[in-house]
């Protein structure tokens, strides 16, 4: 049964219920009784709510309530919370502002909730909500990060004076500058990280039901971690009790990130389920997702790279400032600060770095983990820094990459991580050989002669995945800690549940997770069943996100599974009247070594539940738990290259080809990470060419459907060319380093490299539409 | 309030729906064919995707009164029984899915797709064609060598018939 373990590309067993559609997502869901939530938000990005009144909305047909901010307040609901306290180099704790899940007194952004109506039908509680009449009075607004920080810029919170909710550095100051000062040459670049919009297929929803009997709830919900969504709820909302809370994410279709977070919405529902002691369910539309998803990136950088007169980088200096929209979202304060700056060494040796961050709230939506989260935004940052100076030193940009990599391992950055393994030369190798770099300048000159203009951009990202090893991340003021659980239960017969903290939403877990089993008892996956996303099933975990569920989550499996083999053995041994260190176990069998003795793994599982006949003192049942907790970050790394071809007279860039050669440790199931990679590249390449959200002066976003915000459609995109390279992670049992988020990681840089070299302009910034590219082209 | 007469995966229906229900409304809510998704609220994702008189439509453009009389195939009427569609099948082989949100649109699409071009698909017609169905996940590289790979079983499967 090797071919369906661990190495082999099988196809996922999760397919057939998607593909039948018989998935079942939270919409999907009816209970008895149920009633439907409609929002009213507001209008304005920045407002005082003079007046709300309901009269007129609470006779309307079929409504059950209207709740207003005010009710929520004076219920004493918990505000949002952000889980990652930041300390800013003059010493203080970050700025946080209040975030009411409805707001009383104030709108900051939007879009943001102000009442919700609850009716018998879906078009019952819209129309209603169109009754609600509020009475704002317009406030002055800062609708992007140079408006908050500018002189007498409109203040959000009266917690973060000048709107900065700190101002956070790491690395050496002196050093760095000293490095600078002694430079032989220094390269600079100004850079925009554009706001992307996550934009997961399935619109977030929440269905919240309240059984007044036994004063419990349950929460359905689209969550990529829905244990921490109890947690929060219970631990901070003062809406239910941890015990009393049941939250289901059943099929949840893609988050990026999106999902992790607890939004108002779904705290909304819980309270007002009891509000009106009725099951409500609250679908987002796509303008909802657009306004109130946290939404990903916008930075402001200014970068500088130091070299000695080798070329060698002797240093980097970085000033960014982040928008973290109107509220600190959930996880919002560590992607710009620990999940970023802590990447500024890409993979090159860099002895000196200083880097400065200083977060700010503007009057837009929440911004938090997207894809990647700080990380796409270091890479682009480093890559683009790079590619620039080998323009500058009149260098082959895959040799200046080349000559700074990181060879020896472990290494240890001056910005926390410590790289444990890596062969950076042998994937840029690979992706040069893939793409026929040598041939590149032949094929410019052809372009050329033809009235193209042709392009080749490389990336040499590297990542921290596998998040977290709890006790680092604590003493970096995370909130919780980032292990991941697991148990293993071999039912009576012989088959076999795995329940895991981890959650997939389009990840293939139920196929992965079941393959470690399966290869490690010769059995087939059939046999094994994935049990996840439900906390009255499983133990507490802590959910899927930064590229962690095979890294963190299959570890725990592993822990719980070589726990579970122990105690079989031990069976199978007394059964077979042998020694236990003479059992191995082959083809779902338990065998005595040398002979021809075995017993089946459903016999052994019998054994362990009847009980009749157990060594002396064993506990009846073959069930084991684990944690586990990583002991370092895990460290993908690779490199990508693109060629394009751009139409002067457009400006339009096409793909001519792009490749992409990963190291990302054990492949579980090569076909689905080439899956995650394609997935992850398009969604860079998205950012790179055709993403972007656009605020106005007043705060209207102006990119709110998918009409106006570009998303990657199929003829945007090649095909890709993909390759793989492999050093083992020595910090966890399987080897494996994580592939979820590599693509969004690596790909805009490689993209914008080849543009800017393509054009001859070094000055272009993402999303680089064909306007853009023209302007950069023509002037 | 009107009622509507119509055949949904070759089973007559009559419902009674407000003369503002959209197809898909109908279908998910009425009906409870969940298979059929919502992805937007301006026709463009193509979550929403199903066959109406064998052509692919997007379920959200249509009112359910305009539905009436038709013969509308969803993604839980393709497969013969446990049989799948050679277009599911192909979708499953190829991983040209992941979270599956966008996937029942996409097969809807793709079987219109290749019903209309028949044996003459290439990627570039493929990537075009699938102009209107977004998909978040896969990059679209899986789904266009699905649907390649489909044509090919769909044109052995018609020659078999």
């Keep these: ?779 | 309030m009107s009622t509507i007469k119509l055949t949904v995966n070759g089973k007559a229906v009559s419902v009674e729906v407000e003369d503002r229900t959209l197809l898909v409304h109908l279908l998910r809510e009425t009906l409870n064919l969940t298979g059929t998704h919502v992805g937007c609220d301006t026709s463009q994702c193509g979550a929403c995707v199903v066959h109406i008189d064998g052509q692919a439509v997007k379920s959200c453009t249509v009112l359910a009164g305009q539905a009436a009389g038709a013969n509308v195939t969803t993604i839980e009427g393709i497969s013969k029984g446990d049989e799948l569609h050679p277009m599911q099948a192909a979708f499953r082989d190829n991983h040209g899915l992941q979270c599956g949100y966008c996937t029942p649109g996409m097969i809807m699409s793709s079987i219109d797709i290749v019903n209309r071009h028949g044996g003459k698909l290439d990627e570039e017609t493929v990537r075009h064609e699938l102009e209107g169905n977004i998909c978040r996940c896969t990059g679209y590289h899986n789904i266009v060598k699905s649907v390649l790979d489909a044509a090919g079983r769909m044109k052995v499967a018609q020659a078999a018939e």
């Design chain 1, 1 to 779: 049964m090797g071919v369906e373990g661990i190495g082999a590309s099988v196809v996922r067993k999760e397919d057939r219920r998607f593909i039948t559609g018989r998935g079942r997502y939270v919409d999907d869901i009816k209970l008895v009784g149920l009633t439907h939530a409609h929002f009213v938000r507001s209008p304005h990005a920045h407002a005082k709510i003079k007046s709300i009144d309901i009269a007129a909305a609470e006779k309307m047909p079929g409504v059950v309530g209207v709740l207003t901010g005010q009710q929520i307040v004076d219920d004493k609901v918990g505000n949002l919370i952000c889980g990652w306290a930041i300390t800013s180099k003059d010493g203080t704790g970050m700025k946080m502002g209040a975030w009411p899940a409805m707001a009383p007194e104030i709108v900051r952004f939007a879009g943001q909730a102000v009442a919700v109506v609850i009716a018998e039908t879906k078009n019952q509680a819209r129309d209603a909500a169109e009754a609600v009449v509020v009475n704002y009075e317009e406030l002055p607004v800062a609708s992007d990060i140079r408006a908050a920080i500018k002189e007498g810029a409109p203040q959000l919170h009266p917690e973060a004076p000048g709107n900065v909710i700190y101002d956070w550095t790491i690395g050496e100051e002196a050093a760095t500058d000293a490095a600078f000062k002694a430079a032989a040459n220094v390269v600079s670049l100004d850079i925009t990280n554009n706001r992307l919009v996550p934009n997961a297929m399935e619109p977030r929803a929440a269905i919240a039901e309240y059984n007044d009997a036994e004063e419990h709830f349950t929460l359905y919900t689209t969550s990529q971690n829905p244990h921490v969504a109890r947690l929060v709820l219970s631990a901070f909302y003062n809406i239910a009790q941890e015990h009393k809370l049941r939250v289901v994410a059943p099929d949840v279709g893609g988050g990026f990130g999106s999902k992790i977070f607890i939004y108002p919405e779904e705290m909304v529902a819980l309270w007002a389920s009891k509000k009106v002691n009725r099951p409500v369910k609250w679908t987002g539309d796509r303008s909802e997702a657009f306004l109130t998803d946290a939404h990903g990136r916008d930075h402001l950088t200014k970068a500088e790279m130091a070299f000695d007169k080798d070329n060698k980088i002797t240093g980097l200096r970085v000033k960014t400032y982040a928008n973290l929209g109107a509220y600190m979202s959930l996880f919002s304060s560590s992607v710009p600060t620990y999940l970023y700056a802590t990447l500024l060494s890409g993979q090159y040796n860099i002895p000196n770095i200083f880097a400065e961050v200083i977060s700010v709230y503007t009057n837009t939506t929440p911004v938090d983990a997207y894809r990647g989260a700080g990380r796409p935004e270091a890479s682009f940052v480093v890559e683009r820094l790079m590619e620039t100076a080998a323009r500058q030193l009149k260098v082959d940009p895959a040799e200046l990459r080349r000559k700074n990599f990181i060879t020896t391992f472990p290494h240890q950055t001056p910005v926390i991580m410590a790289y444990d393994v890596g062969d950076f030369g042998a994937s840029l190798d690979s992706a040069m050989k893939a793409i026929d770099y040598a041939g590149f300048p032949a094929r410019k000159a052809k372009a050329k002669t033809e009235g193209k203009l042709r392009g080749i951009g490389i990336s040499c990202y590297i990542e921290a995945c596998g998040i977290a090893p709890s006790k680092a991340v604590g003493s970096l003021g995370a909130g919780v800690g980032l292990w991941e659980s697991a148990e293993v239960r071999v039912n009576p017969v012989g088959t076999i549940e795995i329940l895991t903290g981890s959650h997939s939403h389009g990840q293939g877990h139920e196929t992965t997770f079941a393959q470690l089993v399966a290869g490690r008892l010769g059995i087939p996956i059939s046999q094994v069943s994935i049990v996840h996303g439900d906390t009255d099933k499983v133990q507490f975990g802590m959910g899927t996100y930064g590229s962690r569920s095979a890294a963190v989550g299959m570890s725990a499996i592993f822990k719980a599974m070589e726990k579970v083999e122990a105690k079989a053995k031990k069976i199978a041994a007394h059964q077979l009247e042998a020694s236990e260190a003479d059992i191995v176990i082959e083809n779902g069998e338990f065998k005595v070594t040398g002979t021809d003795k075995s017993i089946a793994l459903p016999m052994v599982a019998l054994a362990a539940y009847t009980a009749h006949n157990l060594p002396d003192g064993m506990e009846p049942g073959l069930k084991e738990g684990a944690f586990y907790d990583p002991t370092n970050f895990t460290f993908p790394a690779g490199a990508y290259i693109c060629e394009i071809e751009v139409d002067s007279g457009t400006g339009k860039t096409s793909f001519v080809n792009f490749v992409a050669a990963d190291d990302f440790g054990t492949l579980i199931n090569p076909m689905i990470v080439e899956g995650q990679v394609h997935g992850g590249l398009a969604q860079g390449i998205g950012q790179a060419l055709l993403e972007g959200a656009v605020y106005d002066g007043t705060g209207q976003l102006m990119t709110a459907s998918f009409m106006d915000y570009t998303m990657p459609r199929a003829d945007d995109l090649p095909s890709f060319k993909l390759s793989h390279t492999t050093t083992l992670c020595p910090g966890n049992p399987l080897g494996v380093k994580g592939c979820g988020e590599a693509g969004a990681i690596g790909a805009s840089a490689a993209v914008i490299n080849a543009i800017t070299d393509a054009i001859g302009n070094n000055k272009l910034e993402m999303p680089a539409t064909p306007d853009r590219v023209w302007h950069a082209i023509h002037g």
